[in-house]
């Protein structure tokens, strides 16, 4: 699917962060899905910064949030990004 140019640009101010970048590598590293504790214990910021880096991914639609009893967990939106990568790709190939 070939992303808008909107989305295009959603996806890449998320990905501009190096916070943002930390969660979702912690994501990755944990087969693609993590608890919001643990991305706590990775990365040294409050809760609140947390919060607000993950509420900006979700609205990107890199990740899912999913409510698991009292516990958030988010997943990585792999089509998403694969879907963001080819259309970059596409886009400097000049298609």
Known sequence: ?????????????????????KILHHISKKGG????????????L???????????????GI?????EGRNHKYTLNEQLLKDYTSTIGSQFRGS
């Open 46 to 60: 409050t809760q609140p910064s947390i919060s607000h880096h993950i509420k900006i991914l979700i609205e990107a």
């Open 33 to 44: 899905s993590g608890q919001c504790s643990e991305i706590q214990g990775v990365i040294d």
């Open 63 to 67: 990740i899912e949030p999913e409510k």
């Open 1 to 21: 699917m070939v992303l808008s140019l909107k989305q295009i640009e959603k996806i890449s101010k998320a990905l501009g962060d190096s916070n943002r970048l």
